[in-house]
């Protein structure tokens, strides 16, 4: 005897399949849910870290290794993942600065994007290629390749337009990942000089009595080293200009400073005013042979397109500006007033 119609004993087993596939279904989806969750939840970080990915790496070596430092939970899931999205081949090598917020999804794309840590160092108007070259290489991640090495056996092996590489590179902040070398930045601030020497140069307006681009960029140096204040440096530089023009001497001191080398002591007394160097400009006619310092880009501005006038003079008032004078007896009592303290009116 049938216990129950036969149509009934079809159609069960299909809706056994049927609910096991719902379940199945369901289960899988809890589970895909589940991951994606887990993917998109941060990273076991302590804080920022900074987490090196050598060259050569695989997948496996770099998700064993964030699970050994506690950072990710499930290296398993984080292989899977990078499987599926296609870029568990793509991971670059390099320095990365994780931060507590990152997501194991989020840490493979900047794996995958290389978005490694960027350190910055700032070459400072004013500063000699001395300064320079000594914060280059002592700036952290930087890699020294050319320690020993004087300044023109610098300048050889990096092919600067120049002999002597004073003045030659631009201030400026760069950015650079760990293991950049001294030689890249020096050449990449030789190359950023180069490009706004050229483009200031060709915008020069007037005749003027300088010869070359690097007989501008060394006017700079001097007018970078004359003021602190940049709305000065159009008037330093005309002055300067115009005693060229009229083939006066620029006694300018801090070209006496640089000459004086370590002998400099913070005063420049009558000795060093007499003594003859290239860079004495109270004794040498014109400008000196090789800039003084790293020249900004206004100052180099100034040098071609400085200020018209009269000014052959110029004295510090002592708050960092200047008292301009055109004749030598305005100068005079500029001096005795800012410099000697004298009431003159």
């Known amino acids: 005897m049938l216990k129950m119609p036969f149509i009934n004993r079809i159609k069960r087993p299909w809706l ?3 609910v096991s596939a719902v379940l199945l279904t369901v289960v899988i989806v809890i589970a895909g849910l589940r991951a994606w969750a887990l993917l998109n939840s941060p990273l076991a970080l302590p804080g920022s870290v900074i987490f090196d990915v050598p060259a050569g790496s695989s997948l496996g070596t770099v998700s ?13 899931l984080f292989k899977l993942w990078s ?10 090598a390099g320095e990365y600065e994780l931060e507590p917020a990152l ?9 995958v994007a290389g978005d490694v840590k960027q350190y910055q160092l700032t070459l400072v108007e004013g500063w000699t290629f001395t300064q320079a070259l000594e914060t280059i290489q002592s700036s952290p991640g930087i890699a020294v390749t050319l320690g020993g090495l004087s300044a023109e056996e610098i300048a050889e092996r990096l092919a600067f337009h120049y002999a002597n590489p004073e003045g030659q590179l631009f201030p400026d902040t760069y950015f650079y990942t760990r293991g950049t070398t001294d030689a890249e930045i020096l050449s990449r601030a030789h190359r950023r000089l180069l490009a706004i020497l050229e483009e200031v140069w060709a ?6 009595p300088l010869d070359s681009p690097y007989q501008a960029l060394i006017l700079a140096s001097i ?3 004359e003021t602190a204040v940049a709305a000065e440096r159009p008037q330093i530089a005309g002055v300067f200009i115009r005693r060229l023009e009229q083939n006066m001497r620029l006694q300018s001191d801090p070209t006496v400073i640089y000459g004086m080398g370590e002998r400099y002591n913070g005063n420049i007394d009558r000795a060093a005013l007499n003594e003859v160097t ?3 400009t109270y004794r040498i006619n014109g400008l000196p042979p090789t800039p003084i310092a790293l020249s900004g880009r206004e100052a180099i501005i100034a040098s071609v397109n400085p200020d018209a006038g009269a000014a052959l003079y110029f004295v510090a008032r002592g ?9 030598l007896d305005e100068h005079n009592a500029a001096v005795r007033r800012y410099q000697l303290g004298e009431n003159v009116q």
């Open 16 to 18: 056994l399949l049927a």
């Open 64 to 76: 064993d290794e964030l699970a050994a430092q506690g950072w990710l939970e499930t290296p398993l």
């Open 83 to 92: 499987r599926y999205s296609g870029h568990a081949g793509r991971l670059q």
């Open 103 to 111: 997501t194991p999804v989020q840490l493979l794309e900047k794996l």
């Open 203 to 208: 915008q020069r307006l007037g005749v003027l």
């Open 223 to 225: 007018v970078e080293k």
């Open 278 to 280: 290239p860079y004495n």
């Open 319 to 327: 708050d960092g500006s200047h008292q301009f004078s055109a004749t």
